[in-house]
């Protein structure tokens, strides 16, 4: 309940953070935008430096923003479903096989997973010469094999839920960065078509031979 809350809150700040200001967009409609601070908007929230630079009319930030919120609420989904697997898988070993999971570490979990005792493990550890992997201070003994092997699909599932935290964590900041990118170049591009004055030089060629410049100026 802690992370979804948490969740709850992020988003709910950002939500906040890209509330639209109508009074700020009527009276500074013609504020130039910080490269910059656009870049490091939309590094914090996707979406952010879009509307900072134009906020009305910052689509494309609407887009980097609700895909970082999706993104936010999977990795808290699967955090939290890979909690409530990692408890069922506790209680299913201490049902069928008498362990306690919470005292061992991983990998005599994929031990238990393997074999139907701590007996037979230790049988073939001592068959393979393995001499330093023999347990002493574990114990398990699965009541049948159909739940070792439910527990042992329950493992894949918990390692396959874990796999895909970082997965979704790289998706975030890969989003992030591009919108920073856009953000970056977008308010540079927004700042020059804001620009008060202009300027451009003409060359032409004279009749009589020849070439004149002409400078143009507006403001």
Do not use: C
Not at 79 to 89: G, K
């Amino acid at each position: 309940m802690r992370n979804a809350a948490t969740g709850i809150a992020l988003i709910v700040f950002a939500v906040a953070l890209l509330k639209p200001n109508f009074a700020i967009a009527q009276n500074d409609a013609q504020h130039s935008a910080s490269p910059t601070g656009a870049l490091f908007r939309s590094l914090l929230v996707p979406g952010w430096g879009q509307y900072y630079t134009e906020p009305n009319d910052w689509t494309r930030g609407k887009i980097h923003f609700i895909t970082d919120v999706a993104l936010l609420g999977s990795y808290f989904g699967v955090h939290i479903n890979t909690n409530q697997l990692q408890a069922s898988r506790t209680a299913f070993a201490a049902q069928h096989a008498g362990i306690d999971l919470s005292e061992v570490n991983r990998t005599v979990r994929l031990y238990v997973a393997e074999f139907n005792s701590v007996q037979e493990y230790n049988d073939f550890q001592e068959r393979s010469r393995n001499w330093n992997l023999l347990l002493t201070d574990s114990y398990w003994n699965w009541n049948s094999e159909t739940n070792r092997k439910e527990f042992q699909q329950l493992n894949n599932r918990i390692d396959q839920q874990r796999q895909q935290l970082p997965a979704i964590v790289s998706l975030m900041i890969i989003n992030r960065v591009i919108a920073g990118i856009h953000a970056y170049s977008n308010a540079i591009r927004y700042n020059q078509d804001k620009s008060p004055y202009s300027f451009s030089i003409e060359p032409s060629a004279l009749q009589t031979g020849g070439y004149a410049a002409t400078l143009r100026v507006s403001f």
